[in-house]
């Protein structure tokens, strides 16, 4: 998977996992503080990648990335979310805790890391 693409399955799993709106994630494999807002509504997902200045969301089980014009499948059980990207045919498993993602992506045969912000902590 495309770095981004693991950071929008990371806001996209929290959203919808703890009905949270995400307002950022710090991505730990780059150092860097990603501009990525998210907000679930039932099976629905509206989002925006400020550093890449694109849309994504959708309806479960796909999601569609605006500027890369590519679907991620998306599948929420409990804590976890799990799903292929179709643009590398990559399958990826989430696991969501407190305020952190951690994604494995099969494609990569690693895990990922990510702090979320969330619209709660910062107006808190």
Do not use: C
């Not at 059980?77 to 494995?104: E, M, N, W």
């Not at 702090?115 to 709660?120: P, Q, V």
């Amino acid at each position: 998977m495309l770095p981004h693409i693991r950071a929008m399955v990371a806001a996209a799993s929290y959203a919808f996992i703890t009905k949270t709106k995400v307002s950022g994630i710090h991505d730990h494999a780059t150092g860097r503080e990603l501009r990525i807002a998210a907000e679930a509504r039932g099976t629905q997902l509206q989002g925006y990648d400020g550093d890449r200045g694109t849309a994504f969301g959708g309806t479960l089980p796909e999601l569609y990335d605006a500027g890369d014009q590519l679907f991620v499948s998306l599948e929420i059980d409990g804590t976890q979310a799990t799903g292929h990207d179709r643009s590398t045919a990559t399958s990826y498993t989430a696991q969501v805790s407190d305020a952190r993602v951690q994604l494995y992506d099969h494609g990569q045969s690693a895990w990922f890391n990510y702090d979320i912000r969330h619209a709660d902590a910062a107006a808190g």
